[in-house]
C-alpha cells in the first residue's frame, strides 16, 4: 500500500437478521439492490456496473454468513485495493453492526467515507431498517 493510502473502518446500525444482511453482501442480487446498479457473477467474479462505468472484483473470502472480502482486480492485487463486509452483534446492546473496510488515498477520505454512508442508507432503505 502506498504512503497515501489509509484503511477506513465504519460502523453502521441495520435492523435486520444476519442471513437477510448477509444475502445483500454476498450475492449479486443482493449487491445489485444497493450497490451496483447492475452486478454480473462468472465464478467467483463479480462485475459491478455504474452508469456506464464497470468494474470487476473477486469474491476472494467469505465467512461463515459474518463476512465476506471482494478484491479489486483492476488495481493488480496491490495491498488495498479490497474492501470487506463484517456482521458483528454488539454485545452491550445486541444490536446488528455491519463494519465496512476499505482503502483510499488520504486525500478522498471524506468522500469515501460519504460514498459509504449513502450506499448503506441506500441498503438501510432496501431493508426496510432505516
Do not use: C
Not at 13 to 36: C, D, H, M, Q, Y
Amino acid at each position: 500500500m502506498n504512503d497515501s493510502m489509509v484503511r477506513i473502518d465504519l460502523e453502521y446500525i441495520i435492523k435486520t437478521t444476519p442471513n437477510v444482511l448477509f444475502t445483500r453482501l454476498s450475492t449479486a442480487n443482493g449487491l445489485s439492490e444497493w450497490f451496483a446498479e447492475e452486478v454480473e457473477v462468472i465464478g467467483n467474479t463479480f462485475i459491478f456496473k455504474w452508469e456506464g462505468s464497470e468494474q470487476s472484483a473477486i469474491q476472494s473470502d467469505i465467512t461463515d454468513s459474518t463476512s465476506v472480502k471482494y478484491t479489486w482486480l483492476e488495481d493488480d492485487n496491490t495491498e488495498g485495493s479490497w474492501f470487506e463486509f463484517t456482521i458483528i452483534i454488539e454485545e452491550l446492546t445486541g444490536d446488528l453492526a455491519l463494519i465496512v473496510t476499505d482503502h483510499t488515498e488520504v486525500d478522498d477520505l471524506e468522500d469515501t467515507t460519504e460514498l459509504w454512508n449513502q450506499q448503506i442508507e441506500t441498503l438501510k432503505l432496501r431493508l426496510g431498517s432505516s
